[in-house]
């Protein structure tokens, strides 16, 4: 039994294994049929083509035959022709002619002609309305009255179609049909008068509204003389506005951590201003508090040290994408042109990492493909833009203050001091103070948010005139205390957040800005001691030269009181022999520099750099770039 029981399981098995057998066959010989098939198809079309050329081809021959023969080929065309395709052609000819538009006669021949255009876009059942209106008007059936005598027209009897005339309820799809011709043609009678509204996104070309009808009556004229004459000419028209404005070939960009600046050679201020950790933060999709810091791009670990270079790729590309307007379209905040077309210098920090400096390279010369790149420092082009090739300039910016003497417009490296003291280190203390002291609704707060620091530092702040020493030195770090010293000076600032209203106490306005001259230790010197150090470091023959004219530059030097309490502190501590001058400063009956912010001297003088033909200490072709690759 056992034995039978297996050999039954294996014949079972078997005949599974011949069934899938016999389809799998079957599926194949239906596709090798399919196959076929469509070859035959293939060539039925191909052999289909090449007939027709060759009947082209042999039909070429023979008019070239009869030509040579002096035979008339239009004549011998003509008795190849049978008398049914001459007649087939004829009322082809006849039909055409019947159907041509010859214009209207006068309103009521325009009114029939625009009927039967509207019957032949309709398309309407015509048999069907034939037949309706045969059923509707039949005669009625005579009576015995109206075959022998006649009635009074009161005692007539009136058909039923006669009755119920205009009774008819037309269906659903005619009434929809209906419908939608009656929009189109109000659609079409609205594009086609003169009386159109204007389109609002459409880019404003006119001063006037004279000059706007005008330049629509050119516009006309140029469509009937050239068709398309305004798609073809438009890059001509763009090019001549931006030449008519722009003389310079050059593009200066100043990519700093937090901010990004743009702009053409000669120009007094940048097109471009663009928060650049932002962006940044918008590319890799986390909160960035700079678009790079100097330590972070100096880590120990390689494959760290290349996540933050591809980011940091990442976030240029895009970035100056979108400073060449590739990725939004304002033409008033962008640059708006082709960034092969134009040569770049670009603004750098003295103390630039080189990874930072060969990712811009990369970007620039690589994926946006620019002619060259040319390096100028920071301290050298603010210098410049107050007009003068020697001086001692600060540049207070947000990771740190960076001084550097400039003599001759050749900066002096050697004596180049740093101080971690600048924006960020502001920043801290601002959040630290108002998580510390200010209150939302009586209570303090928990966390003191990114934005209300920011708008805190830049709205609020201000340097007090008097260093701390001699004011509030003696004065213990308390509400009560520093409110009263400082309550004559500032007020209390009101602040918006989403939790409440934020109450920052006066004397927090002026006390976070002593964390920037306070004196420190050899590692974090407060501004003006790291100015100190600078000087101490000079020659003696250019000491009083370069101090002659003592520059702040950066977006921290920006505040209020900022440059007469640097001034004052600085020549406080200086020997009595060489005389300070601050250019910022304003003192009256001193040089007056021009009015241009602390945190724009270093791109307008890019800008002038670039009107005089400057090409930097440094230039990098998009060739010589290709080839160290």
Known sequence: ???????????????????????????????????????????????????????????????????????????????????????????????????????????????????????????????????????????????????????????????????????????????????????????????????????????????????????????????????????????????????????????????????????????????????????GARTLGRPLDALYAPDQMLAAHPRQLQERHRDLVRCLVRLLRTVYQEYVHNSHRH????????????????????????????????????????????????????????????????????????YAGRPLRNALTTTPRAGRRLRACVAALCTAYASVRGAPPADVPRAAVERITTEALYVHPAPRAACDASLPLDTAAMHAAYAEDAEDFDLRTDAGTLRVPGWIRSAACEALFDDGDEDEAGVVQCARQSIAQLPLDTRREILDAVLLAGGTAMLPGFAARFEAQLTHGAAPTPRIQVLNAGRPGALRMPPTPPNLLAWTGGSLAAGVGAHGIEQVSSAAWRVER
């Open 1 to 279: 039994m056992g034995d039978d029981a297996g050999l039954a399981s294996r014949r079972a098995r078997l005949q599974r294994l011949q069934a899938k057998m016999s389809e799998s066959a079957s599926a194949n010989r239906q596709d090798v049929a399919e196959e076929q098939a469509a070859r035959r198809e293939h060539a039925q079309k191909r052999s289909v083509g090449q007939a027709r050329k060759l009947a082209k081809a042999e039909r070429l021959l023979d008019e070239r035959d009869l030509r040579e023969a002096g035979k008339d080929v239009e004549r011998h065309r003509a008795m190849q022709y049978s008398i049914e395709e001459n007649e087939a052609w004829e009322a082809k000819l006849e039909d055409k002619e019947r159907t041509r538009d010859k214009g209207a006669i006068d309103f009521q021949d325009l009114a029939e002609r625009s009927y039967r255009r509207q019957i032949a876009h309709l398309k309407p059942d015509l048999a069907s309305y034939e037949k309706q209106k045969q059923d509707e008007h039949a005669p009625a059936p005579p009576t015995r009255a109206s075959e022998h005598a006649l009635v009074p027209a009161s005692e007539a009897r009136v058909p039923p179609a006669v009755a119920h005339y205009g009774a008819h309820r037309p269906d659903e799809e005619a009434v929809d049909r209906l419908v939608s011709h009656l929009n189109h043609e109000q659609d079409q009678i609205r594009r086609r008068s003169r009386r159109r509204d204007d389109d609002p996104d459409a880019e404003i070309t006119y001063i006037n509204e004279k000059n706007k009808h005008f330049n629509k009556k050119i516009k006309r004229v140029r469509r009937r003389l050239t068709q398309y004459f305004d798609e073809h000419t438009k890059e001509i028209r763009e090019n001549r506005a931006m030449a008519a404005t722009r003389r310079e070939d050059r593009v200066v960009l100043e990519v700093g951590s937090r901010v990004c600046r743009a702009g053409f050679g000669g120009e007094c201020a940048p097109r471009v201003l663009l928060d650049a950790a932002a962006a």
């Open 335 to 406: 640059l708006v042109c082709d960034a092969r077309a134009y040569k770049v210098l670009l603004v750098h920090s003295p103390l630039w990492v080189e990874a930072v400096q060969d990712a811009l390279c990369g970007v620039l010369l690589g994926n946006l493909g620019v002619p060259s790149v040319s390096f100028i420092d920071t301290h050298t082009l603010a210098l410049l833009a107050t007009g003068r090739n020697t001086g001692l300039v600060v540049d207070c910016g947000y990771w740190e203050t960076t001084v550097m003497p400039v």
